[in-house]
């Protein structure tokens, strides 16, 4: 029921920044009801929580603290990812997943991921 696009990846040296997007859709969308995420991984890795934003605050991981922040424009159905001080380390793919509580489960889409390369 929900589409997730992701943009905004590329190559960029260490110490730079890059802002990920992602645009929901779907019919209908409440985008505002959805907890947001990003997630990164990298060969041979399992995927990992980067940073978080439901209506109660935002979480992030560790080794980003500082470093990126994710936001959140619900009237346009998008959400950032906001990444400063880039290292070598933070090359992945960033994935964008809508999570949400209803009734009887939970509901849980994933865009088909941007990549990000940092190197010199």
């Known amino acids: 029921q929900v589409q997730l696009v992701e943009s905004g990846g590329g190559s960029v040296q260490p110490g730079g920044s890059l802002r990920l997007s992602c645009a929901a859709s779907g019919t209908p969308v409440i985008f505002s009801i959805y907890r947001m995420a990003w997630y990164r991984q990298v060969p041979g890795k399992q995927r990992e929580l980067v940073a978080r934003?439901?209506?109660?605050?935002?979480n992030y991981a560790e080794s980003v603290r500082g470093r990126f922040t994710i936001s959140r424009e619900d009237a346009k159905n998008m959400v950032y990812l906001q990444m400063n001080s880039l290292k070598p380390e933070y090359t992945a793919v960033y994935y964008c997943?809508?999570?949400?509580?209803?009734?009887?489960?939970?509901?849980?889409?994933w865009g088909q991921g941007t990549q990000v390369t940092v190197s010199s």
């Open positions: 997943n809508a999570g949400r509580n209803y009734g009887s489960g939970y509901a849980s889409y």
């Open positions: 934003i439901t209506s109660d605050g935002t």
